[in-house]
């Protein structure tokens, strides 16, 4: 079983739409998460810590459920700068990250 | 001002032969790392270096070595190149306390390796 499964989508929504992105991890001592935005051709961009309580920043909320090892992702009123790759990422023991395999987002004019 | 850099940015070489990527990260961190990034975009990790001791060291096969002269640098030499090593190998680095929920990782901005 894979440390962090993700839907790869793609997901194509208009402009304005809100998103929902999931991730799932199978380690339940995982420490802290995150989520990361990779544009084409570029390298991967921390996008925001995903913190118990829940957090948001503009138009992103990430929220994490620990009970059932579940991380998530809202794009509100999506731009078209939002087409990207979504990763969700885990900080397990001893200064690993894994990655999932990243969902892809196109924002439609 | 780059926090993580990586040469060459783009390297096209014969199958066959030697070569180097050199990785530096100027934020002061003490863990780096090597990922390896095929054309499915599934980001792999290769290995991990925690000031200058190699900490892990996934299922990689040994003509790949890395070697970090310091805790600011970090470099990749692969041996006897073979077309499924062509990919985006990327390095970042991350302060690496051990249990630090608010460590994160920072990239370097990729090497594009092609094998022809």
């Known amino acids: 079983r894979k440390e962090v499964e993700q839907d790869p989508g793609p997901f194509n929504v208009p402009e304005g739409a809100t998103v929902a992105f999931n991730c799932t991890y199978s380690?339940?001592?995982?420490?802290?998460f995150f989520w990361y935005r990779q544009d084409c051709r570029k390298e991967p961009k921390l996008l925001m810590s995903v913190y118990s309580s829940g957090n948001e920043d503009g138009r992103f909320t990430a929220q994490l459920n620990r009970a059932s090892q579940y991380i998530s992702l809202l794009i509100r009123d999506s731009k078209l700068s939002d087409s990207a790759t979504y990763l969700c990422v885990v900080n397990g023991y001893g200064n690993q990250f894994y990655f999932g395999t990243g969902t892809s987002l196109t924002v439609i004019p | 001002d780059t926090a993580v850099s990586q040469t060459p940015k783009y390297l096209v070489t014969q199958m066959g032969n030697d070569k180097s990527i050199k990785c530096e990260q100027n934020?002061?961190?003490?863990?780096m790392y090597w990922y390896k990034q095929d054309s499915k975009k599934f980001l792999k990790i290769m290995f991990s270096?925690?000031?200058?001791?190699?900490?892990i060291n996934e299922t990689v096969p040994n003509r790949f070595s890395p070697k970090s002269p310091d805790k600011a640098h970090l470099n990749l030499h692969i041996n006897s190149l073979e077309l499924g090593d062509s990919a985006v190998y990327f390095c970042?680095?991350?302060?690496?306390?051990?249990?630090?929920?608010?460590?994160?990782?920072?990239f370097g901005p990729g090497t594009r390796l092609t094998v022809l």
């Open positions: 270096y925690n000031n200058k001791e190699l900490i």
């Open positions: 380690n339940s001592a995982s420490q802290s």
């Open positions: 934020l002061g961190h003490d863990t």
């Open positions: 970042a680095s991350s302060r690496g306390a051990s249990g630090d929920s608010t460590d994160t990782q920072y």
